[in-house]
């Protein structure tokens, strides 16, 4: 049982380029979403979905893609990378949002 | 909308001290659940405690206890006794209700607990 698993790590994007973060649970949860994290704004929602098939957008979507085919994967796509989006980049996975949510590690980005 | 507020961005206490971290809630549900994570050094998010609306008791783990208060709309965490360990940054958290799968987090606040 792996949990949370987001790749890459670390990324260094120039700007203008495209790119996708990666995230799989293998807990077989509905609930899943993506959150970035700068300094003094705590962990701000990007987009959510409640299983596969459905997604909506959360607090700051602007720039982000996101699609669940399925119900393991909830991929976030940077469509046209700008330094704004250099953050820390966390998904997490639930049961139902009432229980809360397991988290990723993290990816760390850059936008140069 | 729901909103979180953390207002303490920084705290600063010597060992042993006890220190309390505020969190101010704002929702129009009556069914709600609210939330506290750890995030240590290492950047990990750390689930710490889930309580839903309708449980105002409050809540003590170790050196951990929880205050709900539905009346002030807040639900403030201390620790007894802290530990060099504790320095981590805690950001309390608000779901459920008329948001959806939505989990909104407050900006956090960052322990910092020094020898």
């Not at chain 2, 006794?81 to 981590?88: N, R």
């Amino acid at each position: 049982n792996a949990g949370v698993t987001q790749t890459p790590k670390f990324q260094v994007l120039k700007t203008g380029q495209s790119m996708t973060l990666q995230c799989a649970q293998d807990m077989n949860h509905e609930y899943m979403s993506w959150y970035r994290q700068d300094p003094g704004m705590g962990l701000r929602l990007i987009h959510y979905s409640v299983g596969a098939g459905i997604t909506d957008q959360g607090e700051v979507p602007n720039g982000y893609n996101v699609s669940r085919s399925t119900t393991e994967d909830f991929p976030l796509r940077l469509l046209s990378a700008a330094p704004s989006q250099t953050s820390v980049y966390f998904c997490a996975s639930s049961l139902d949002v009432i229980y809360g949510y397991t988290f990723g590690s993290g990816t760390r980005l850059t936008v140069v | 909308a729901q909103k979180v507020t953390q207002a303490q961005t920084e705290i600063s206490v010597v060992e042993k001290e006890d220190v309390t971290l505020d969190c101010v809630y704002e929702t129009r549900d009556t069914t709600y659940y609210l939330f506290w994570y750890k995030q240590p050094p290492s950047g990990e998010l750390v689930f710490l405690i889930r309580r839903n609306s309708f449980d105002e008791q409050n809540e003590i783990s170790g050196r951990y206890s929880w205050n709900f208060q539905k009346s002030t709309s807040s639900f403030n965490f201390t620790i007894t006794a802290s530990q060099v360990v504790d320095s981590a940054v805690y950001f309390c958290a608000l779901s459920g209700g008329s948001q959806g799968g939505k989990l909104i987090f407050g900006q956090g606040t960052e322990l910092s607990v020094k020898p």
